[in-house]
């Protein structure tokens, strides 16, 4: 996918079930990549992601997903396509979903963001 501004952000927050658990590594790899990917793919254009493990930390939330897309409109599609896989609910259960604009406020108010180390 060619680079694109990311303007909605989305942190997924989920929790694995038993039943994703009693595949092995790669039945998970497999699924993934034939059950959820394609679907993302064909409906949820101008979106990119990223996956952090968080079980070593948290019981309640095992990864998390962040989800970045092009507009409002790109991450809906992308839920409703995620909705439709057996990511949503059979393998794993959103926990909660936390969708942000990477310094809006410094783009509401013209003010130069504040970040601690310079991209």
Known sequence: MPEFEAN???FMLVKTTPEWLRLSVGERVKAFE???LPVVKAKAKDVRSRFFDTEF???RVTDVWVWEARDHEAY???VDA?????FWDK??????LLVGVENGYA????VEAVASIEA
């Not at 783009?107 to 013209?110: A, C, K, L, P």
């Open 34 to 36: 034939t059950e959820v």
């Open 57 to 59: 930390y948290s019981a």
């Open 107 to 110: 783009r509401n108010y013209g």
């Open 8 to 10: 909605v952000t989305a």
């Open 76 to 78: 809906q599609l992308l």
């Open 82 to 86: 995620l909705r439709e896989t057996p």
């Open 91 to 96: 393998y794993f259960e959103v926990v909660e």
